[in-house]
């Protein structure tokens, strides 16, 4: 791997970041506006399963306790 000066290095970086396409302030709100709905769906998709499965124990542990 070739060895670049620091300066050199320091003009690469910036040279990268510059064609970097960053978010509106609209498309990060739009975005975190659905982790957060999906992030409920799935707990209540979790809590729903677990409920399911918790009375099919208990009432398989009835028949047998």
Do not use: H
Request: glycine share 4%; hydrophobic share 60%.
């Amino acid at each position: 791997m070739a060895k670049t000066n620091p300066l050199t290095f320091i003009q690469q970086v910036r040279a990268e970041v510059s064609k970097v396409v960053w978010p509106t302030r609209r498309e990060v709100l739009l975005t975190t506006v659905m982790v957060f709905i999906m992030a409920a769906l799935t707990a209540v998709f979790f809590f729903l399963v677990d409920l399911i499965v918790r009375s099919g124990l208990q009432g398989i542990l009835s028949m047998f306790g």
